[in-house]
Structures are given as structure tokens and as C-alpha cells.
């Protein structure tokens, strides 16, 4: 079963918090790769700490939505913030996967941020 039937069977999630959920996943995914591409290059330190950050944060985010938890919104916030550091971060970086990272974090960090703000 993939992610998108998963999240789609939690019926009391709303078409904004599956789609946050979804974006948070992916962006766990982009930045596990991009974190992993940098370890060990000494001028990519910042960056795959940044993308270590966006992993812990959107995959507890993901899972605070899920269980509706009181703290999400706290969550959403830190989530998004990390999200758009780790993505300007990225973006001065030429690698696949940087860009890969600069490209896909700001729509998570929007849907985040729009989470925030419910």
C-alpha cells in the first residue's frame, strides 16, 4: 500500500493535512538523499545538517498530523522554517541533489506553514 492509500483510510484528516503529510514525506525522502550525498564533504556540512533537521521535523510533523496532535502547530512552524533554510541552502549548491532539495522544500514549507496558521 502506498503512502498516498495509507494517509487516504485516516478519514478524519482533511484534504489539507493529507496533502501536508504527503509533502512532509517527500520532503524526509529528498533530504535523506541529499544528507547523504553531503556527508563527508567538508563545504557541504551546513547543508546536510540542514536536510537532517528537515527529516526529523517533517517526519514528526507528518506524524503529529496523523494523530492530531495539540502540538502540530508548533511542529508545522519549526517544520517550515527548516524546510525554507535547508532549501536557500540548497540552492547555492549545483549537485542533483541540492537541487533537487531548493526545488521541492518551499511547496512543503508553504503547506506547513499553512498548517500553522489553522
Known sequence: MSLAETVSKIDTLSEEERECIELCNEAVEICEWCADACLGDEEMEECARLCRDVTDLASL????????????EQIAEACA????????????????????CAEILPECAESCRSMASA
Do not use: L
Not at 61 to 72: E, K, L, Q
Not at 81 to 100: G, V
Open 61 to 72: 510533523h507528518a506524524r503529529f498530523i496523523a494523530r492530531n496532535s495539540r502540538y502540530s
Open 81 to 100: 522554517d527548516a524546510c525554507e533554510a535547508c532549501a536557500e541552502e540548497c540552492s547555492n549548491h549545483d549537485a542533483d541533489h541540492c537541487q533537487a
